[in-house]
């Protein structure tokens, strides 16, 4: 699967995952990112992500061609400096090649936002979500107004759009309701617009996690968003829809604001590994109240090497470290540095065999 997208939070494990591929993976990839939240979140904590990912982007990524970036996760009150966060974002990373992100529930300002001159791309994407897509009737006059704004006619900003149909979690989904929904949707709307590319991404990780394994328990799912994308591109004859998913990590994942204290009592160590169509879970037990603590990554991924589909340690970056860890090799495994190694997995697999 070379045409793959993963979809990830701008946050430091998951440009961490980025920096561990092969040059000529990241060079092959055009990653979505969406700016991350958390409870209580503050404009100054998104001022400080936004200007610390442009150091990491010049220091780590100048083999990624470009990505996109959107603030979906971010309440529109925010503010930096006055303006709307999407405005810093544009005014902070003038000097980089990213593909702007815009969708049918966004304000006017944020909308207006694509017409900056400091952005350097002939391609914006327009996103859409379940409530977007559900019918091409009821959403045609809102699309209309971005089309038209941005690309249909002449002198306008744009050359290209990307389509991102981007159903979320989906794993209580009828995917058989949703295929052909979607196909409907996509059929239509290339009726009157042409797309460079459109990508069908979402997810089968929910956000509470015991609706995905309990505590200390395994557990397979099936990828529900693989089964929609095969069934839409089995029903069209249209040849540039890709695959994109939000990896191991769910589409509503938001930083937790916890003290460390506290944090230890609740946190469960939790290993999620991707093959074929399914989504393997191990997880443990509380770290504080479990006499392996922390070290229970080790029993994990022990427990995860000695599947029949883990793919060795010579496959990844992320797989080497699985590896190292069910050796005891090195100091107790962190959350955010697993599932880096975890992300990092997921797509090297989605771009190499999937």
């Known amino acids: 699967m070379n045409k793959y997208t993963p979809f990830l939070k701008f946050k430091g494990s998951e440009f961490g995952a980025l920096k561990l591929l092969e040059r000529v993976e990241l060079a092959g990839i055009t990653p979505f990112f969406d700016l991350a ?10 001022e400080n992500t936004i200007t610390k990912g442009l150091r990491k982007y010049e220091l780590n990524f100048q083999g990624c061609p470009r990505f996109y970036i959107d603030d979906f996760d971010l309440d529109d009150s925010h503010r930096i400096n006055g303006d709307i966060v999407y405005n810093f974002f544009i005014d902070t ?17 944020r909308i207006s936002s694509l ?29 209309a107004d971005i089309m038209n704004e941005f690309y249909v006619g002449d002198s306008k900003p744009y050359s290209k759009v990307h389509l991102i149909i981007d159903c979320r979690v989906c794993v209580e989904e009828n995917a058989v309701e949703l295929s052909n929904l979607i196909a409907k949707f996509i059929y239509d709307i290339c009726q ?20 995905n394994v ?6 397979t799912i099936d990828r529900i968003e693989c089964a929609i994308y095969n069934a839409v591109t089995s029903m069209l004859e249209i040849k ?18 916890i003290p460390p204290a506290a944090l230890r009592k609740v946190m469960t160590p939790k290993v999620v590994y991707s093959y074929d169509t399914y ?3 191990l997880r443990g037990n509380a770290i504080e109240s479990h006499p392996d603590g922390a070290g229970q990554y080790d029993t994990l991924c022990l427990e995860l090497v000695g599947k029949g589909f883990f793919r060795g340690e010579n496959y990844s970056k992320g797989d080497e470290y699985i590896v190292k860890k069910s050796k005891k090799i090195g100091n107790n495994a962190q959350p955010a540095f697993m599932n880096k190694h975890l992300i990092n997995a997921h797509i090297t697999y989605m771009l190499n065999d999937y």
């Not at 939240?37 to 998104?46: G, M, N």
């Not at 992100?101 to 966004?106: A, F, Q, S, T």
């Not at 001159?117 to 091409?136: C, H, M, Q, V």
């Open 240 to 257: 540039n829809i890709e695959l994109g998913d939000y990896t191991v990590i769910t589409p509503d994942y938001s930083d937790v604001d």
């Open 115 to 143: 017409h900056d001159p400091l952005i350097g791309s002939d391609t914006f994407a327009l996103r859409l979500t379940k409530e977007d897509f559900k019918s091409y009737v009821l959403s045609e006059d809102d699309i």
């Open 37 to 46: 939240t958390k409870k209580d979140i503050t404009d100054q904590d998104i």
């Open 93 to 109: 990373f003038q000097s980089i090649n990213f593909i702007p992100v815009v969708g049918l529930d966004r304000t006017p300002d």
């Open 192 to 211: 009157d617009y042409k797309f460079e590319k459109i990508i069908l991404t979402g997810s089968s990780i929910s956000v509470n996690y015991i609706d």
């Open 214 to 219: 309990a505590s200390g328990q395994r557990n």
């Open 279 to 281: 989504q393997h879970f």
